[in-house]
């Protein structure tokens, strides 16, 4: 993991030393949620392995998956110049979202068509894609006919 925080991020936990924790899956560069952490959340974090955050509702820690099983297994954790801010890189056990889906940035409120977001990658987005015209006909999808080809 490299070198652990400085001592500004193990200071006393509480609401003003709560931190924005992003969520972002190590494969495909998704962005899964966003929460808090507080220094004792991403502490736990590094031990576990598993997305640590606080809970402002339930007013304690809670791990990511506790109840629902859908875990974010933490493969790296990064921290901005600041340390007011930490990126959890993770591997996603199920969706991510209480909705069922994948991620929690699913909605779209500016108006705008589409199902796959635009937070996703290029390459991420190109799968998807490919993916979709290799189910479609062969005779609609020139990709499809290119794939049954083969080499």
């Known amino acids: 993991m490299g070198a652990r925080m400085n ?6 936990d509480g609401p003003a030393e709560l931190r924005v924790a992003v969520a972002q899956d ?25 997305a640590t955050f606080w809970s402002r509702s339930r007013g ?6 506790e109840s629902s099983g859908n875990e974010l ?9 600041d340390e007011d801010a930490v990126i959890y890189l993770v591997d ?14 699913h909605r ?6 589409g199902e796959v977001s635009r937070a996703l990658p290029s390459l991420a987005r190109l799968a998807e894609r490919l993916a979709a015209r290799r189910e479609a006909t ?3 999808s020139y990709t499809r006919q290119l794939l049954e080809a083969g080499a």
Do not use: I
């Open 7 to 12: 001592v500004s991020l193990a200071q006393a």
């Open 108 to 113: 779209r409120l500016d108006g705008g068509e």
């Open 60 to 65: 304690r820690l809670w791990q990511k998956g």
């Open 73 to 81: 297994r933490v493969v790296e954790v990064w921290a901005d110049c």
């Open 138 to 140: 062969a005779a609609t």
């Open 92 to 105: 996603p056990v199920g969706p991510t979202c209480h909705t069922g889906a994948p991620s929690c940035f």
């Open 26 to 50: 190590a494969a495909s560069g998704e962005v899964r949620m966003v929460g808090f952490a507080s220094a004792e959340a991403v502490e736990a974090t590094l031990r576990s392995r598993k």
